[in-house]
């Protein structure tokens, strides 16, 4: 029996919908999950602008820039632990590597002038690109993840992101966003803050919500 395409990414979307819920314990109950908010982990770290492009700097000065700007955004979810979202968050160097693209250089910038760049877009421009980074109202795992081949992530910002699971030395995930001339998202690190109804994963670009030259 043949199945169709549309019918593989409904199955796969009902697939991570249903690993969305909280681990089940020993017992067979199912665990709550916590009520910290992305948002707590990402200001807990308190060393700014520095020279590790593996962490989110970045990403946590765009997000405290738009809550001061604009204090009732749709960001300020990131505030709110129980509220369920998954958010992809691009780390210091997947900034970097996107105003170098952006100002047409093969130099990266520094984290402070990068958000600087980032920055010049305009708050609106920010807000927007955050918000395309952020599927409210599920906790993706892991787990969910890497069984979502083919699925659609409706985001905050309206529009959707699809999930590719790949292998390459064992399952891979990459988001396949608006973008058809750069090279896809990768996740490269899972599960930030798990055990939350508030989940995140690191990844490697950042996700662009219209096609760049």
């Known amino acids: ?13 009902l697939v991570a919908s249903a690993l969305t ?6 017992h067979g109950k199912t665990k709550p999950l916590g009520t910290k908010s992305l948002a707590a982990v990402l200001t807990a770290d308190k060393s700014g602008f520095d ?4 962490d989110y700097d970045i990403l946590t000065a765009a997000v405290l820039a738009v809550l001061e700007a604009k204090p009732s955004s749709p960001v300020k979810v990131l505030t709110d632990g129980k ?18 693209d952006l100002q047409k250089t093969k ?10 760049a980032v920055a010049g877009l305009g708050i609106n ?3 927007s690109i955050l918000l395309y980074h952020v599927v409210p109202g599920t906790t993706i795992t892991r787990a969910a993840a890497l069984k979502s081949d083919g699925a659609r992530l409706k985001t905050a910002a309206g529009s959707s992101i699809k999930v590719d699971v790949y292998r390459f030395c064992g399952k891979r995930v990459k ?13 490269v690190r899972f ?21 760049l030259p």
């Open 191 to 211: 599960d930030i803050n798990k055990g939350n109804r508030q989940i995140a994963h690191g990844l490697d670009r950042v996700l662009r919500p219209s096609d």
């Open 83 to 100: 509220t369920a979202l998954t958010a992809f968050v691009p780390n210091d160097r997947a900034f970097e590597l996107l105003v170098a």
């Open 21 to 26: 819920a909280a681990p089940a314990s020993a």
């Open 51 to 54: 020279r590790n492009g593996y």
């Open 125 to 127: 421009t920010v807000e």
């Open 175 to 187: 988001l396949v966003d608006a973008d058809r001339n750069d090279r896809d998202p990768r996740i």
């Open 107 to 116: 130099r990266l910038p520094s984290e402070k002038k990068a958000f600087t």
């Open 1 to 13: 029996m043949r199945i169709t395409r549309a019918a593989a990414v409904a199955t796969a979307a």
